[in-house]
């Protein structure tokens, strides 16, 4: 007579008391649904976060020409080239250091002294009368603000596997929405003695320092999230073994197995480093893209440009946040359980193409027909770019395990804003060029600038397919 097999250990996870990442998990565990509390502080903190980055492009061609720095007009795309860059040059000097960071005393801390940052260094941004002080505290507001990465791993930590793409879209989605509300709290409240001489004068701190304004508002509302941040509950595990730890239980003992497993190198997780570079490729043409739409848009007609002011540079934009924030809310979980993180990617990339392809033809509109082509290729770009970005974040996010996560982001964080340093230069640099060749027979004028723009995105396109790009288990 055969011997029955020794029943199964049952296996059941273990939580430690007192660890605010065992007690996520615990609730995780006893909850199905969405948790709308925690990605309602992702969305705010995301918000707060990204305000300061693009709101200076509404007025950042006329802040070049108060500080006198340009010696002709021409050169004023480059000067704002390199000012847009500062922020992203410190960004990468220490995104790395602040994913690591967030590794080992937990996301929370972070986040809260990424906000604190926003709140003293975009004041202080709003206040500079010099060329070097504008340039010195932006690359310290982006050193300082090393949000990006916590955010993200904190946006998995918070929600079971079946929403991480809905976690990951609210972090693009707030971005999103905080690269285009920026730029509207710019347009609208730069220089407000110009633009609402009946309500404050020349001689008030908001007409002596024109980009004050927008600055305070955005530091405003920053300093109220970081008030709110009192109610952000930690994800980090605080205890040792915080990968693999099960408890097997059969019928004689109890025993802990522990991951005896070295963590594989970050730098040789392929599936990672593909899909960074694959997300580096297009945060390059984005940024480059917000750059040269701000530039072109108020740039004279004759340069091929649209004469907008910085008020209608921001209405512009505003209604582009309005339309993005309802594709995220509605529409994006749809595309991406039907088409997944790859394909929604493929094919937001090749839309963007003839949509971007139209923009220099744009000058030749006026009026109701300008304003409908204009409002609808933002839209449109705008929904294409964040399906794309939040595509390639869950990929790189689902390529390595908890206490990585933030090191791994870290490192895209890094990566993506040494890419985003060179987008704003290069960007104003080439719009600069484009301008003195409006006369040429190829691509004549802006039309080489979104010919340029769409050949960055193909290369994008092509990142996303094998045998470059590996897909994480």
Request: positive net charge; glycine residues 8%.
């Amino acid at each position: 007579m055969s011997e029955e097999a020794p029943p199964s250990p049952v296996m059941r996870p273990v939580f430690y008391d007192g660890c605010p990442g065992c007690a996520m998990e615990r609730k995780l565990e006893s909850s199905q649904g969405i948790p709308y509390k925690e990605f309602f502080f992702v969305g705010i903190t995301t918000i707060a976060s990204s305000l300061p980055i693009s709101s200076l492009f509404p007025f950042l061609y006329f802040m070049i020409e108060d500080l006198h720095v340009a010696k002709k007009e021409q050169d004023i795309g480059l000067y704002a080239g390199f000012l847009g860059a500062s922020y992203m040059i410190g960004r990468c000097f220490a995104s790395l250091f602040w994913g690591v960071v967030a590794d080992r005393i937990g996301r929370k801390p972070i986040i809260k002294f990424s906000i604190l940052s926003v709140v003293i260094f975009n004041t202080l941004f709003g206040l500079s009368v010099k060329y070097w002080m504008a340039i010195a505290t932006r690359f310290l507001l982006g050193a300082l603000n090393g949000m990006l990465a916590p955010i993200k791993a904190y946006s998995i930590e918070v929600c079971r596997p079946e929403h991480q793409a809905l976690g990951l879209s609210i972090v693009s989605t707030g971005w999103g929405i905080g690269l285009v509300v920026g730029p509207a709290i710019g347009g609208y409240f730069a220089q407000p003695a110009k633009q609402y001489p009946n309500v404050f004068s020349e001689k008030s701190i908001f007409g002596r320092f024109p980009y004050f304004l927008p600055c305070l508002c955005i530091s405003l509302i920053a300093l109220v999230v970081l008030i709110s941040c009192i109610w952000l509950p930690e994800t980090l595990h605080k205890h040792k073994n915080t990968e693999g730890e099960i408890e097997m239980i059969d019928n004689s003992r109890s025993t802990l197995e522990e991951d005896s497993h070295k963590q594989k190198s970050l730098y040789k997780n392929w599936p990672l480093i593909s899909s960074i570079i694959a997300y580096c490729v297009f945060t390059l043409h984005d940024t480059a893209y917000s750059e040269i739409f701000s530039l072109w848009a108020v740039s004279e007609k004759r340069y091929g440009g649209l004469s907008f002011s910085s008020k209608e540079v921001g209405q512009v934009l505003a209604v582009a946040g309005a339309g993005l924030l309802v594709y995220q809310l509605f529409i994006y979980r749809s595309v991406h359980k039907f088409l997944g993180s790859i394909n929604s990617s493929r094919i937001a990339s090749a839309l963007s193409v003839p949509i971007l392809a139209t923009y220099p033809f744009m000058t030749h509109l006026s009026g109701f027909r300008l304003g409908i082509a204009l409002y609808l290729g933002t839209i449109l770009k705008g929904v294409l770019s964040i399906t794309i970005i939040t595509g390639t974040s869950l990929l790189q996010n689902n390529a390595v395990s908890q206490s990585q996560r933030g090191a791994a982001n870290g490192i895209s964080t890094t990566a993506m804003s040494f890419f985003k340093a060179i987008a704003p230069a290069g960007a104003g640099a080439l719009f600069s060029w484009a301008q003195e060749r409006q006369n040429e027979a190829f691509f004549p004028g802006d039309q080489m600038i979104f010919f340029i723009l769409n050949v960055i995105e193909l290369i994008g396109l092509a990142l996303t397919f094998k045998p470059f790009l590996a897909i994480p288990n």
